[in-house]
């Protein structure tokens, strides 16, 4: 069954294919999201002046950016906001120290499915009643 809200993420992701094969995880998954996908740290700082994010999810690393300088980055814009590293491996990060650092979670880009489950109780845990 196809959610009802439309989930709002913003992706920070500098590999297109990649946003693009999470996006139709989820889309197959039947929920309803919006993805802005930002590449740099300049195009983050931009796409955070909109409040209206339900969920970020980011690479580890990046061109021009690392995990814990982006994490402090979006945690001080969106302190509430479920974050979450979707990474290809996480070899110079530990996800426990990021998730201690304030990160909701670690997931590996070639585990989707753990991606759509964690949006899942994402929207469980948001939906009234």
């Known amino acids: 069954m196809a959610e009802t809200r439309t989930l709002r993420i913003l992706h920070i992701e500098d590999d297109p294919a990649d946003a ?5 995880a989820l889309e197959k998954a039947g929920v309803s999201c919006l993805i802005h996908r930002v590449a740099s ?32 980055l979006v945690r001080a814009r ?4 479920p974050f979450v590293f979707l990474s290809g491996s996480f070899y110079d990060n530990d996800p426990e120290t990021l998730k201690a650092e304030g990160a909701t979670d670690c997931l590996l880009k070639d585990d989707l499915d ?7 109780r994402l929207l ?3 939906s009234p009643g």
Do not use: Y
């Not at 700082?45 to 950016?65: K, T, Y």
């Not at 969106?78 to 906001?81: A, D, G, H, K, V």
């Not at 753990?114 to 899942?120: C, E, P």
């Open 78 to 81: 969106l302190p509430e906001t």
């Open 124 to 126: 469980a845990k948001s």
């Open 20 to 24: 693009e094969l999470a996006g139709i």
């Open 41 to 72: 740290r300049k195009e983050c700082i931009a796409a955070l002046e909109d409040d209206g994010f339900d969920l970020v999810l980011s690479d580890s690393h990046g061109p021009d950016f690392d995990a814990r300088s982006l994490l402090r």
């Open 114 to 120: 753990a991606l759509v489950a964690m949006v899942r």
